[in-house]
């Protein structure tokens, strides 16, 4: 079983930049693919960012592409998603998912783990 925590969220404003980080634990991390969704109020879960266990290689949303990215410290056990030019519309909760293989990253199937997810809200 694989525990996820994120932690970073809150409320900023349009144009600024946030770092969210997810801790994992209960599993050889380097093992696990990681990745960020959101759902925004009144919307369904959507995929943000991936990536691989070894962090060479990445898969990011075309809505947040050159905005966000995200790494990860396989000696922290930790994912990281960096948020910069924050818009009104980035406002969810945010997710920190992990799963065992790349396969069908953007969807929310076959992701076996889920953290409790993290607030962010955007003001205009």
């Known amino acids: 079983q694989v525990q996820l925590v994120e932690s970073g969220g809150g409320l900023v404003q349009a144009g600024d930049s946030v770092r969210l980080a997810c801790a994992a634990s209960?599993?050889?991390?380097?093992?696990?693919?990681m990745g960020w969704f959101r759902q925004a109020p009144g919307k369904e879960r959507e995929f943000v960012l991936a990536?691989?266990?070894?962090?060479?290689?990445?898969k990011y949303a075309d809505s947040v592409k050159d905005r966000f990215t995200i790494s990860r410290d396989n000696a922290k056990n930790t994912v990281y998603l960096q948020m910069s030019r924050l818009k009104p519309e980035d406002t969810a909760v945010y997710y920190c998912?992990?799963?065992?293989?790349?396969?069908?990253?953007?969807?929310?199937?076959?992701?076996?783990?889920w953290g409790e997810g993290t607030l962010v809200t955007v003001s205009s």
């Open positions: 209960g599993r050889p991390f380097s093992t696990l693919v």
């Open positions: 990536i691989s266990g070894s962090g060479n290689t990445k």
């Open positions: 998912g992990a799963k065992l293989y790349w396969a069908g990253i953007t969807s929310t199937e076959g992701w076996n783990y």
